[in-house]
């Protein structure tokens, strides 16, 4: 069963701070810390919310200390990590942990037995925590909430200008440490007292930060405490909120309204649908795919190779939509942003075409062009305009991208103000996709009767696939070159040539096909992914960790990417249809621990490319989930034929 723990190993440290859990109120914000509720990333913390229009995230409360009077003696249940020590150690009261329908913790100290639930509210920043005394004699619980108010890429250092004063509210107080923050608001649904002493907490480590080469030591500001009586069978419900303050007597039924909304991660497939919509963020007038979390934002070359597997694979066209919606209404001469205002991706405007190919289970093929049609026609001639004297269409039909100070493509890591993998010229991948975007227009216009757009590109195809082929097929070795610039092909074994594979419109025939997955499969492919390079390559890395700078040179050398699978398994079934389904069921099976490691309930940005291959980068990735979800869809599609 997935989301199960060993009970036994929940206050072993080297088991629970390995296991990180996320819960996301689908409008910016989210929840994330480990299961045991210490913070090991500045990226963690129960309140983490965008506090105005923009996309930005913002820790505000960090974290919530419990501490029970038993027998007239203070147990503090929480636990936190300063220089050389661990204090306090709550984790060994913990007897229990559940993640569904929401992350639930249970203590026990002496003959009392707590039970604490953690709730996001969905579409407001509004956290509930609920505490209940499951076994034993009333008892006073002291909680005390530890505030950042501050950006969730930097840290809290202790200052004078923070105001640690607390405000009476009904129920509680309300806390702004910087006039620039939104209140934030901390009430109960039982009568409790506020005890008001204000102080900073020096120190807090931060051990993931630190084995990542960043400042890893952060202050804390606590404003005080609440003070009240847990009595068995009424639970005590705290609620943080930087929404409008919530009527006290309200508490118990909103938790309730809420936790009934929750879906029960029963298996597999469930756990990933889930993670799956924590990616779609409705934050304004907008509706964003994350790339991932805790730090990724939204992304325009994930977004496109992500949704598909985040929303249609669960039959959500609606979310799929919007998302497509507001990437198009920041779409800049035929180019969409990757980061921000930067538009610098080579291979964006390509996966939107092939995003669009997805829709065609769901949607007619005409409406779909009738919707995005100009979009598409806008990428071509960019294409063939030019791109900032970066990007080029050449008179061989193939796109060239090159750039000294930025990679264009997905492999985008620089070290030194230098791409690592630069590889300038013209790229397998976008190549493939440039012809694969190329006939699904021309396709489309035709048949909608565009018969000018038809006869200003018809000729274009043939000569990008003549092009393509004389330049990138390597017949001795019977695989792509990765690219080709102005001293020939590069041989290096990668897996971007799958793309070439997987795409509706191919360039390259069955036994091309065929024996290119096979060298991919010999070379690249792993039970997490696909390698970013062959281990036999010199410049190979097998494993990702230490500096920024150490990470970027390992992230495309070798480091396996989940993402990738999805297009080798598509290719797979291409060549070998139904006779490929008990390995594509072998891949999803892969997977199946996954989920109660690392980025519970989820799956991983990256592995290590060599074995055990040990989850790296962000804890819960969109692609990654995505193309695990394709998957499984696939399967089932030819599951469906065979019957």
Known sequence: MPLTFDKNSLGNLEYSLQREMLSTDRAGGYMSTTIVCCNTRKYHGLIVSPINEED?????????????????????????????????????????????????????VGGVLIQKELLWRHSRSRLFIRYTLLEGDSVTLRLRPFLAFRDKHSLSKANMYADGHSYEIKGGVKCRLYQEFPWLNMQTNVESEFVAAPDWYYDFEYAEEYRRGYDYHEDLLTPGYFELELKEGQPVIFCGSVSEEIDPAKLEGAFEEEIALRSNKIDFFSCLRHSAR??????????????????????????????????????????????????????????????????????????????????EDFMGKKEIWAKYGNYV??????????????????????????????????????????????????????????????????????????????????????KTKESFLKLFWLEDQGYLADYVDGKGANNFIRPNQIIACSVEYKMVNLVQQESIADVVRRHLLTPKGLRTLSPRNPLYQGHYGGSQRERDLAYHQGTVWTWLLEH????????????????????????????????????????????????????????????????????DKYKRKRK
């Not at 990724?296 to 985040?310: H, K, M």
């Not at 976008?430 to 694969?436: E, G, K, Q, T």
């Not at 594509?584 to 989920?595: N, Q, Y």
């Not at 989820?602 to 291959?613: K, L, N, Q, Y």
């Open 377 to 462: 026609k806008d990428v071509l001639r960019a294409y063939r305009r030019g791109v900032d004297g970066y990007v080029a269409l050449h008179t061989n039909g193939l796109v060239w991208a090159s750039r000294e100070d930025c990679a264009m493509t997905w492999m985008d890591a620089v070290v030194d103000g230098k791409p690592v993998t630069g590889r300038d010229g013209y790229q397998v991948e976008i190549n493939a996709l440039w012809y694969n975007a190329l006939c699904y227009a021309i396709d489309q216009a035709r048949l909608a009767g565009d018969k000018e757009f038809v006869a200003e590109w018809k000729a274009e195809p043939a």
């Open 56 to 108: 930005k995230q913002y820790v505000l409360l960090s974290s919530l200390d419990e501490t029970i009077m038993y027998e007239e003696q203070p147990f503090n249940l929480a636990i936190h990590r300063f220089p050389n020590n661990y204090e306090p150690r709550g984790h060994k009261y913990i007897v229990d942990f559940k993640y569904t329908p929401t992350p639930t913790i249970t203590y026990r």
């Open 278 to 359: 924590q990616f779609i963020v409705r934050h304004g007038d907008k509706t964003l795919a994350v790339a991932g979390y805790p730090w990724f934002g939204s992304w325009g070359r994930d977004t496109f190779i992500s949704l598909p597997g985040i929303t249609l694979a669960q039959g959500d066209v609606k979310s799929c939509l919007e998302v497509i919606d507001t990437m198009t209404a920041q779409m800049k001469d035929g180019m969409f942003p990757n980061v921000g205002s930067a538009y610098n991706s080579v291979d964006a405007p390509l996966w939107f075409v092939w995003c669009l190919q997805q829709l």
């Open 568 to 635: 080798y398994v598509k290719a797979k079934f291409d060549v070998q249809g139904k006779g490929f389904i008990p390995k594509a069921e072998e891949i999803l099976e892969g997977f199946a621990d996954e989920l109660n490691t690392y980025g519970i309930g989820s799956i991983g940005e990256i592995f290590d490319g060599d074995p055990p291959h040990h989850a790296r980068g962000s804890i819960s990735q969109a692609w990654s989930v995505g193309a695990v979800l394709r998957i499984k869809e696939m399967v």
